[in-house]
């Protein structure tokens, strides 16, 4: 059984930062990889950063150069430091993990991040 918990995300007037954390909980979890993904109304869920087990991250065009995403706690957490943020990061973003015993992925609920102009 695997159990996502996310925090942060808020509002805050454009230029301004927020944080965003997903920590996978649960016996004999082991995670493989970890995303933020976005969704906005009106629009198809989006990657915005991903991390492998080896801290390796990638992120979206849309977001280099102001969002950094790293791994922590046993590699089961990531954190993710949103810089410069922008009204069209006005979205709900979504924490997905795999795992290393299974092909299935877990999804979090979403947390909402907005930001005004």
């Known amino acids: 059984h695997v159990k996502l918990w996310e925090v942060g995300g808020g509002l805050v007037q454009a230029g301004g930062s927020l944080n965003l954390s997903c920590v996978a909980s649960?016996?004999?979890?082991?995670?493989?990889?970890m995303a933020w993904f976005r969704q906005s109304p009106g629009n198809p869920r989006e990657l915005v950063a991903s991390?492998?087990?080896?801290?390796?991250?990638n992120y979206a065009d849309t977001v280099k150069g102001r969002f950094t995403l790293s791994r922590q706690q046993f590699d089961n957490a990531m954190y993710m430091q949103m810089n410069n943020l922008r009204p069209e990061d006005t979205a709900l973003y979504f924490c997905?993990?795999?795992?290393?015993?299974?092909?299935?992925?877990?999804w979090g609920q979403g947390i909402q991040v907005t930001v005004s102009s």
């Open positions: 997905k993990v795999n795992i290393f015993s299974t092909t299935a992925d877990y």
């Open positions: 649960g016996s004999r979890v082991y995670v493989k990889n």
């Open positions: 991390t492998d087990d080896a801290g390796t991250t």
